[in-house]
């Protein structure tokens, strides 16, 4: 059941950037909510504002309209200053563990960076010997060996620096953490170990993760419930097993269609995406999804569709309540 207070919750969230070409709508009227030890899969195409909505829930970027209460506490337009005691409470692990590392730091400077930042272990400043404490504790939390701290980044492989990376955000015991495609750049068979470290740490420390990725398997694996993310809005959401059991959206549909199945014989039976994202300067009139869907209608070009729930805790953006689409192929989710 929903909570009274979920510990983030976005209202009509959205986020601008202008340029020469004209204004993109990156984040176009956005509601969703990720309650205490939730992990929400947010899931979209390339160019779809997922990064974008990530760092604004954050605060990393300031909204043009909308509301971002995090644990009951509108945090859209506070100040730096405001936002302080805040931030140890939310963090976040990059995409790339090879350009999110300072290479002239050692891994304990990079770890133990937040505590100098934050100037907290509890509510005061670390000394030496709590700094270092902390550190190896939390560098074993992900599995790295406690000399890791002496070393540099490029003496690590890939896997190793997003163990780091995932060090690093969790130091100050945050309760809500952005991962943004925190396995894309890293190898498929250590895909899984990152995943499941993520999967153990949220039960160990009870932590809330808002998980960014464009892959099919690695959000139906790790999150409790999926939101699908299409030109700056979000147009289907609801239960992981709902949403990949049966979709409500045809682009939820089409996205399980491009996920590769390892199964020869399937090959040639899905109806693929088709065609590129229209532009967010531009977008299509009504929804924006119709330039490349295989169900529009010609209604479809008229009001945007309302985000409305057809099944219970499962919302969709789409006016084809007649649709029986197919669900995600089973390869695509082992």
Known sequence: AEEAQPLLKAEDLHV??????GIVRAVNGIDFTVRAKETLGLVGESGSGKTTLGRAVLRLLTPNAGRIL?????????????LRPIRPRMQLVFQDPFASLNPRMTVGGIVGAPLTVHRRMGHRRAGRAERETAVSEALQLVGLPRGAAERYPHEFSGGQRQRIGIARALILRPDFLVADEPVSALDVSIQAQVINLLLELQSRLNLAILFIAHDLA??????????????????ELGPTRAVLSRPLHPYTEALFAAAPVPDPRRRGQRALLTGDMPSPIAPPSGCAFRTRCRYVLPACAGDRPAFREKQPGHFTACIRDDLTLGPSPQGSLA
């Open 16 to 21: 601008h950037f202008r340029t020469g070409a």
């Open 70 to 82: 995090f644990d009951g506490v509108d945090i859209t337009n506070l100040s730096r200053r405001a």
């Open 218 to 235: 690695v959000v139906g694996h790790i999150s409790d419930r999926i939101a699908v993310m299409y030109l700056g809005r979000i147009v």
